[in-house]
């Protein structure tokens, strides 16, 4: 186990610190505070707005719960953007390191392929959530303010859903990201993945029946946009965990039939 754990540490120390030294890291990170700091501002103005012309107009508010609707509003706003910046994050995983020739020696080396893949995604996670600080202090300050508080449950489970989201489509990334020495090709295919898994809702009301069904459980969306309204569903939990699991063991594999032709 001590082992285990200095081989983690190793590779997620690497992965970590990898993005500092990545151009590109700096580029992602400056447009995503960019782009989800003119939401978080425009969608906050515009349900203060709102609510001083409803108070204006005489209309009642007492029973509309403000923070909740701007939680609810953001989290699902920004989430669009993942569809963008979160390929761009795994992209380079393992397609770097092919293309640096060095994906063999970790093929090759003592580590099993689970370790390597569990730190490499440790790492990416830990940039995501450098990238999500500032929006973390942002919806402090503006929660702070907010009357009636915000349910702390609430938040929580919201971000714990927003967590698991990024982990699952990071996980699959990584999967794509292991089969070629493409980083640009890594990213379209991840793309197109994350776009379709989004999608399988609208899919799956126009197919209808228990083939609907199936692709309507399967759907990121659907799963996501009940957890940030604080409805807790097992199942939805439970899809979340199978798609990092699925990622993180198809790359073990892609990994091992890469170790296999070595040998």
Same mark, same amino acid.
């Given at each position: 186990?001590?082992?285990?754990?200095?081989?983690?540490?190793?590779?997620?120390?690497?992965?970590?610190?990898?993005?500092?030294?990545?151009?590109?890291?700096?580029?992602?990170?400056?447009?995503?505070?960019?782009?989800?700091?003119?939401?978080?501002?425009?969608?906050?103005?515009?349900?203060?707005?709102?609510?001083?012309?409803?108070?204006?107009?005489?209309?009642?508010?007492?029973?509309?719960?403000?923070?909740?609707?701007?939680?609810?509003?953001?989290?699902?706003?920004?989430?669009?953007?993942?569809?963008?910046?979160?390929?761009?994050?795994?992209?380079?995983?393992?397609?770097?390191?092919?293309?640096?020739?060095?994906?063999?020696?970790?093929?090759?080396?003592?580590?099993?392929?689970?370790?390597?893949?569990?730190?490499?995604?440790?790492?990416?996670?830990?940039?995501?959530?450098?990238?999500?600080?500032?929006?973390?202090?942002?919806?402090?300050?503006?929660?702070?303010?907010?009357?009636?508080?915000?349910?702390?449950?609430?938040?929580?489970?919201?971000?714990?859903?927003?967590?698991?989201?990024?982990?699952?489509?990071?996980?699959?990334?990584?999967?794509?990201? =292991?089969?070629?020495?493409?980083?640009?090709?890594?990213?379209?295919?991840?793309?197109?993945?994350?776009?379709?898994?989004?999608?399988?809702?609208?899919?799956?009301?126009?197919?209808?029946?228990?083939?609907?069904?199936?692709?309507?459980?399967? =759907?990121?969306?659907?799963?996501?946009?009940?957890?940030?309204?604080?409805?807790?569903?097992?199942?939805?939990?439970?899809?979340?965990?199978?798609?990092?699991?699925?990622?993180?063991?198809?790359?073990?594999?892609?990994?091992?039939?890469?170790?296999?032709?070595?040998?």
């Amino acid at each position: 186990m001590k082992i285990f754990l200095h081989n983690l540490l190793a590779i997620f120390h690497k992965e970590f610190q990898s993005y500092f030294f990545s151009p590109i890291s700096y580029i992602i990170a400056a447009v995503f505070w960019l782009i989800a700091g003119v939401f978080f501002g425009v969608l906050l103005d515009g349900i203060i707005q709102e609510v001083a012309l409803q108070e204006q107009m005489g209309i009642g508010i007492g029973s509309r719960d403000v923070a909740s609707e701007f939680l609810e509003g953001f989290l699902s706003l920004v989430v669009s953007l993942f569809l963008v910046l979160l390929p761009a994050l795994s992209m380079g995983l393992y397609a770097e390191e092919r293309k640096r020739g060095t994906l063999e020696l970790l093929a090759t080396s003592p580590m099993t392929n689970w370790v390597v893949a569990i730190g490499k995604l440790l790492g990416v996670l830990a940039f995501f959530s450098v990238l999500m600080f500032p929006l973390i202090i942002y919806e402090i300050i503006a929660f702070s303010a907010a009357s009636p508080p915000l349910s702390l449950p609430i938040i929580l489970v919201s971000h714990a859903a927003l967590f698991l989201l990024v982990t699952a489509i990071l996980s699959l990334g990584m999967f794509i990201s =292991s089969l070629t020495d493409s980083s640009v090709l890594a990213y379209i295919v991840t793309f197109i993945m994350i776009l379709f898994l989004w999608i399988l809702e609208g899919i799956s009301s126009n197919v209808g029946g228990i083939f609907g069904d199936i692709l309507g459980h399967l =759907s990121l969306l659907n799963h996501y946009s009940s957890l940030i309204r604080g409805v807790v569903n097992p199942s939805s939990i439970v899809l979340f965990l199978s798609y990092i699991i699925l990622g993180i063991f198809l790359t073990a594999q892609s990994i091992e039939s890469l170790r296999y032709q070595r040998s």
